[in-house]
């Protein structure tokens, strides 16, 4: 069955850029999309289709996805960005999330 | 504005029945497809999966199909998650989403995305 990996966690100083990697067999042939989740809370979409931020997402927010790896980048990181990330794609007529990067600014 | 507010926290029993809700407001309800995703305590997130309440065509996770029960009532936008026998395991919160669907990559095929989420139902299973 097809999977998606992630990092368990990314460290990042506030006002760097973080990445966030997601990887899985040929997944630059599928989209890509990346939710964010702060304790206590639901999960927020932040990219969709690899590269767009719906209404009301920081433009500091990117997204890529090539070959076997999509990527989440968060240019001049705030504290208030840290949070869990997951990835997601649609594959084998199924929602499938990655395992999740815990993203720690410090 | 896109909401879905889900039914309250439930504490149940192992071998009881439960089924929560969901309402849709702010679109058209029978034009999106809506599901449910799992959150076990500390863990990732798990999609069980969708219904499209226009006609109820419904599509599950191999790994939640015949575990649980997803269903809508359009007349009251309202969709549900049920169970019929509970089991511990089945402590999580439980969040529904209303889908987006997009043409993947090679334009053959449609796929979907949870776009907007509701504020989660606590499951708590426990003798």
């Known amino acids: 069955s097809y999977e998606l990996t992630q990092p368990p966690s990314v460290s990042v100083s506030p006002g760097q850029t973080a990445s966030i990697t997601c990887s899985g067999d040929?997944?630059?042939?599928?989209?890509a999309c990346w939710y964010q989740q702060k304790p206590g809370q639901s999960p927020v979409l932040v990219i969709y289709?690899?590269?767009k931020r719906p209404s009301g997402i920081p433009e500091r927010f990117s997204g890529s996805n090539s070959g076997n790896t999509a990527t989440l980048t968060i240019s001049g990181t705030q504290a208030l960005d840290e949070a869990d990330y997951y990835c997601?794609?649609?594959?084998?007529?199924?929602?499938?999330f990655g395992g999740g990067t815990k993203l720690t600014v410090l | 504005e896109v909401q879905l507010v889900q039914s309250g926290a439930e504490v149940k029993k192992p071998g009881e029945s439960l089924k929560i809700s969901c309402k849709g407001s702010?679109?058209?309800?029978?034009?999106?497809?809506i599901g449910w995703v799992r959150q076990m305590p500390g863990k990732g997130l798990e999609w069980m999966g969708i219904?499209?309440?226009?006609?109820?065509?419904?599509r599950y996770s191999p790994s939640f199909q015949g575990q649980v029960t997803i269903s809508a009532d359009k007349s009251i936008s309202t969709a549900y998650l049920q169970w019929s026998s509970l089991k511990a395991s089945d402590t999580a919160m439980y969040y529904c989403?209303?889908?987006?669907?997009?043409?993947?990559?090679?334009?053959?095929?449609?796929?979907?995305?949870?776009?907007?989420w509701g504020q989660g139902t606590l499951v708590t299973v426990s003798s």
């Open positions: 989403a209303r889908h987006d669907s997009f043409l993947e990559k090679g334009g053959f095929d449609t796929g979907y995305q949870p776009a907007y």
């Open positions: 702010g679109y058209s309800f029978t034009s999106y497809w």
């Open positions: 219904i499209y309440p226009g006609d109820s065509d419904t």
């Open positions: 040929r997944l630059g042939d599928k989209y």
């Open positions: 289709q690899d590269t």
């Open positions: 997601q794609a649609w594959a084998s007529s199924n929602v499938l």
